[in-house]
C-alpha cells in the first residue's frame, strides 16, 4: 500500500459524459501527477500539481483538466469522452525536496461505452 | 524529441537464471531516471532512482546502473516472485516532464 488512495476504482459512463476521478495523495506529499495508460501506448504523463500550483504539463487533451485543492487532493475531469479515452488512470504524489519519486494510487478503470 | 524505449518486451527466465533489462534513453537533459515494477492492474511501485553517469543501486536481487544514453536493471538469481512488468522513466531537465518506457515483462519459471 503506497499511501495513495484513488475513487473510484471503477467507473463505466458512456461517450460525450463528464467524468470526475479524485485523488488523495500520500501524507506530506504536496506533488501530485496523472497519468493514462492503455494497452497500446503504456504510461502517458498527463499532468502534475506541486502545493495547488501546476508544475508541468504532458500529452493532455483540451478535454480533460485537473485541479489541486488547499487540502491537497486532485481532481481529474474528463469530458466530451470518447470511446478511446477508456483506460487506467493513475495518479502518484511526491514529498517536497526535488527527488519526485513518485508513489502511485491503486488506478481507476475507466471504459467508455 | 525526449523519449524512452525498453528492450526486451517480454524476457522468461528459468528461476535462478541472471539476466538484465535495458532502457535506453534521449532527453534534453537528464534529471533523473527511475525504475518502477508494475503487477497486472495494480499502480507502479517504485524500485529505484538514478541522477548521474556511473552511479549504481541495489536492493535485494536487483540492481539499477546508469550511463549517459542507458540504464541497465540487472536481475540476479531471479525467484517466481520477480515476475512483474519492469518500468523505466526519465524526468526531462526542460519543463518537468516524465517519460516512461512500454516496459519489460518478465516470467521467471519454477
Known amino acids: 500500500d503506497s499511501g495513495v488512495t484513488q475513487t473510484p476504482k471503477h467507473l463505466i459512463t458512456a461517450t460525450g459524459q463528464r467524468v470526475t476521478l479524485r485523488c488523495s495523495p500520500r501524507s506530506g506529499d504536496l506533488s501530485v501527477y496523472w497519468y493514462q495508460q492503455s494497452l497500446d501506448q503504456g504510461l502517458q504523463f498527463l499532468i502534475q500539481y506541486y502545493n495547488g500550483e501546476e508544475r508541468a504539463k504532458g500529452n493532455i487533451l483540451e478535454r480533460f483538466s485537473a485541479q489541486q485543492f488547499p487540502d491537497l487532493h486532485s481532481e481529474l475531469n474528463l469530458s466530451s469522452l470518447e470511446l478511446g479515452d477508456s483506460a487506467l488512470y493513475f495518479c502518484?504524489?511526491?514529498?517536497?525536496?526535488?527527488?519526485?519519486?513518485?508513489?502511485f494510487g491503486p488506478g481507476t478503470r475507466l471504459t467508455v461505452l | 524529441e525526449d523519449q524512452v524505449t525498453q528492450s526486451p518486451e517480454a524476457l522468461r527466465l528459468q528461476e535462478g537464471e541472471s539476466s538484465s533489462l535495458n532502457c535506453s534513453y534521449t532527453?534534453?537533459?537528464?534529471?533523473?531516471l527511475f525504475w518502477y515494477r508494475q503487477d497486472p492492474g495494480k499502480g507502479p511501485e517504485f524500485l529505484f532512482t538514478l541522477y548521474s553517469a556511473g552511479e549504481e543501486k541495489e536492493k535485494e536481487r536487483l540492481k539499477a546502473t546508469l550511463t549517459k544514453k542507458e540504464s541497465f536493471l540487472h536481475i540476479t538469481a531471479p525467484k517466481p516472485e520477480d515476475s512483474a512488468t519492469y518500468l523505466c522513466a526519465v524526468q526531462a531537465d526542460t519543463g518537468n516532464q516524465f517519460y516512461f518506457g512500454t516496459g519489460t515483462s518478465l516470467t521467471v519459471i519454477p
Open positions: 502518484a504524489s511526491s514529498a517536497p525536496g526535488g527527488r519526485n519519486e513518485q508513489f
Open positions: 532527453v534534453s537533459g537528464l534529471r533523473g
